[in-house]
């Protein structure tokens, strides 16, 4: 801002003030076809979303202040019920989940807000927001015209509202939150489901309004939003897209930057230019609100991602990679076009633009106000030729799948295919090789145990553990008479298991037989394989694991995991026993969590071995160790390659899933072009290896010496192959 233009948003707000005084109701923040309007200014407002619960409260002053530094005015973020009410009527709002401290810590950097309160919130996350106990409230159905569940989400809507309000967070106040969300790409769910949609749409439009925020509430991805709320898009290019109502401005709520990297998936990126292109070709089309989704994506700690085999990494190719760390040079470029559009920004904010046809595939959209003001964008839309165009009698190079800007119809200070900002290669270094392990074994459990309990066949998995819990385990005697022909001639029983998702492990009589699992097109699995059976009684233990409950599908709170059958043995002499209706005994989670061998202090039942005894590729195992942090501020994490899967404690936190065992499907990794349409299988990395290795520590839940790391390992694997690792720029 230079001082001209402090002076005129001094006096602006000085009007402002002084209009407020004589009237008691004075939205501070309004919209019409062209901007959202704050303080009587329209504004081209540049957005990215940091998720406040993928990061830590110590690190969110630096990801804020380099958001602003890239050149961004606003900060967007999901609230997420499922973190705040862990239990019902039960909340959390510290740590990473301190919403008013981190609205708080974007007000001090001088930047705005725009909360999305959903309650539904999508974002890759457990069960898309939502508590695990809303889906066991009687007669509940999610997201349409259900009043116990619309009781429910209008308590904590309206809970959140007040919260932000008793704190002077909305703009009105003096708050920086100028926007917010109701609902989430309700849209397509809306069109499946009908008339009870359109109904749940109406109440929950005039339930969000009747909270008189004092600023605008958009909804996204849906066509008939209600006024005076704002539909908006989201999409890799939103350029056609119009809200319904000409009287709207034009809003991208999400700007994918890339996209989630799943288990068992190569990690998708997105080039840069791509990415400015896929902006400007917004901007120039009217488009006066765009937001990153994500700029910082971060990591999903503990058990908080969801059900689609999301890794634990949320970096989505961000602006911001999941450590914090600027990642050039998409960063510095974007930085780079967010200056140029916001020199271009008086032009834009006054004028409709003129578009003419510059050539074959060539265009330019001006600007020009009657103010004087003038920008022009000239793009190129081949995606192999650059061209050369001529505009007012000057020529500009435009490479392929390109646009310039021109924030004074002459200049061009920006093209997104130009890309000169530096390329800084951050890598991951050891810092320390070789931790001293203690090992603890966790106990298969069998059907006699005590702390088991019995049902007749087979029981959905979340209908169980509630969410309290990755785990259950299914558990079965199964008598072989003497007389079997397998005993003999060694031609073992197949055991063929049916589940739901999302992976599962086979013992035996206490041996482990092996593991099946599911992906993110299809969680269900099948185990089907030769097993060693004895005469007499043999103990099967089978242990279901999640990876998160699923976030997205019309009625996803009926999706199924678990061990829900057929489970047959074949190859007896009497064919195929079928064990499905049987009786079965279960156990919720595990030992070692039961007797907190990942918390900090000591477990008085656990028994851990040392040096020459700790555990080697064994499954079920219990990790420990101790380290001291080392010297500097470079984030860290865990290089885990050695691993199966299982899950990580830093000094008795919950750092997340790890499971580098599942390798990332080998082909489609090679040559990205940017030029060409993009989607998230187009440009991708990490084919052949594990989706994830590297796991975020936070340097903020270390202390200087004495740090306890806890993993649970489900498969078996090397310890001793662990190494912790900085980032850091590569000499
Ligand atoms: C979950 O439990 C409820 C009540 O306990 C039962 O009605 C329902 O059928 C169960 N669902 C599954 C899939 O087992
Ligand atoms: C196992 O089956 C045999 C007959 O095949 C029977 O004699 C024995 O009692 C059974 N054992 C149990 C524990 O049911
Ligand atoms: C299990 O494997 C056997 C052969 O090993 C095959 O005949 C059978 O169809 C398989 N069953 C399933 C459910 O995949």
């Known amino acids: 801002m230079d001082l001209v233009c402090k002076i005129l948003s001094w006096l602006v707000s000085l009007v402002v003030i002084l209009s407020c005084t004589c009237s008691s109701v004075s939205a501070t923040v ?50 997420f019920w499922n973190g705040h009410e862990p239990t019902q009527g039960k909340f ?16 001090e950097a001088g930047l705005y807000v725009h909360l999305r309160i959903g309650p539904y919130v999508c974002a890759e996350w457990n069960f898309g927001g939502f508590p695990a106990w809303l889906k066991f409230i009687p007669g509940i159905s999610f997201r349409t015209d259900n009043d116990p569940f619309k009781a429910e989400m209008q308590r904590f809507t309206e809970m959140i509202v007040n919260m932000m309000k008793s704190n002077k967070l909305f703009e009105p106040q003096g708050g920086p939150i100028i926007m917010s969300q109701i609902e989430n790409e309700y849209g397509p769910v809306e069109w499946e489901i009908g008339a009870p949609g359109k ?38 290019y939103c350029e056609g897209f119009f809200p319904k109502k000409s009287y709207k401005p034009k809003m991208w709520t999400e700007v994918w930057t890339s996209w989630l990297t799943e288990f068992g998936g190569a990690v998708p990126y997105r080039p840069v230019e791509d990415l400015a292109f896929a902006v400007l070709r917004f901007v120039q089309n009217k488009g006066s609100f765009f937001n990153y989704y994500m ?53 834009l904010v006054s004028a409709d633009p003129k578009v003419w046809s510059l050539g074959k595939n060539s265009e330019a959209h001006e600007y020009r106000a009657k103010t004087g003001a003038c920008a022009a964008f000239l793009a190129n839309y081949d995606t192999e030729s650059s061209a050369k165009v001529t505009y007012f009698n000057r020529q ?31 890598n991951m270094v050891p810092v320390k090789a070789a931790f001293d392990w203690q090992s603890s074994t966790e106990e298969v459990p069998i059907a006699d145990d005590d702390d088991t309990f019995t049902k007749w066949g087979l029981y959905e998995q979340l209908n169980l553990t509630k969410d309290f819990s990755d785990y259950l385990w299914y558990l079965i005697d199964v008598n072989i008479s003497a007389n079997e022909a397998f005993l003999k001639n060694g031609d073992d029983p197949i055991l063929t298991v049916t589940s739901a998702g999302d992976a599962l492990q086979v013992f035996i009589n206490g041996q482990s037989s092996g593991v099946a699992y599911g992906s993110l097109k299809n969680t269900k699995l099948t ?102 942090a080392p010297e500097g501020s470079d984030p860290l994490a865990l290089d885990m390659s050695s691993m199966g899967k299982g899950q990580i404690w830093i000094n008795g936190e919950s750092v997340g899933r790890h499971w580098p065992g599942y390798i990332a499907r080998g082909s489609g990794c090679g040559n990205c072009n940017y030029a060409g349409t993009y989607d998230e299988t187009k440009c991708l990395s990490n084919c052949g290896e594990p989706s994830q290795k590297w796991y975020h520590v936070p340097r903020s839940l270390l202390k200087p010496t004495g740090n306890q790391v806890v993993i649970f390992e489900e498969w078996g694997g090397n310890p001793s192959g662990i190494s912790l690792v900085k980032r850091t720029e590569q000499n």
């Open 30 to 79: 309004t919209y019409d076809d062209k901007a959202i309007i704050i303080n009587g200014q329209r504004r081209i407002l540049i957005s990215g979303s940091i998720h406040y619960p993928r990061s830590t409260p110590e690190m969110w002053p630096d990801l804020i202040q380099k958001a602003k530094d890239g050149g961004l005015d606003v900060i967007q973020t999901y609230v």
């Open 92 to 107: 959390n709002f510290e740590g990473r989940y301190d919403l008013v401290r981190f609205i708080k810590t974007v007000q």
């Open 199 to 236: 109904a749940y749409t109406k109440w929950f439009s005039s339930m969000a309004v009747g909270l008189k925020t004092g600023v605008p509430w958009i909804m996204c991805k849906q066509d008939d939003v209600p006024d005076p709320i704002i539909d908006t898009c989201n999409g890799f």
């Open 295 to 347: 700029y910082h994506g971060g990591t999903n700690f503990g058990r908080e991602s969801s059900g689609l085999f999301v890794a634990t990494s949320y970096d989505y190719d961000a602006p911001l990679d999941e450590y914090g760390l600027p990642r050039e040079p998409k960063y510095g470029h974007l930085k780079l076009m967010h200056s140029a559009i916001k020199q271009s920004e008086a032009a």
């Open 396 to 426: 500009y190079d435009l490479p392929p799948w390109s646009i310039s800007i021109l924030p004074d119809c002459k200049n061009e200070v920006f093209n997104s295919a130009k890309v000169h900002s530096n390329s800084v290669h951050l």
């Open 527 to 628: 185990f089907n394989d030769t097993v060693k059976l004895k005469a007499g009684i043999n103990k099967i233990s089978l242990l279901s694991s999640s990876v998160g409950l699923a976030n997205v599908g019309v009625h996803f709170e009926t999706y199924n995991i678990g061990v829900l059958g057929p489970v047959t043995l074949n190859g007896l002499s009497e064919g195929t026993r079928d064990l499905t209706k049987q009786k079965w005994s279960y156990k919720v989670g595990l030992k070692g969590q039961a007797s907190s061998l990942h918390t900090l202090g000591e477990s008085s039942s656990a028994q851990w071995l040392q040096g020459s005894l700790v555990a080697q590729k064994q499954p079920l195992s219990w990790y420990k160790s101790t380290f001291d």
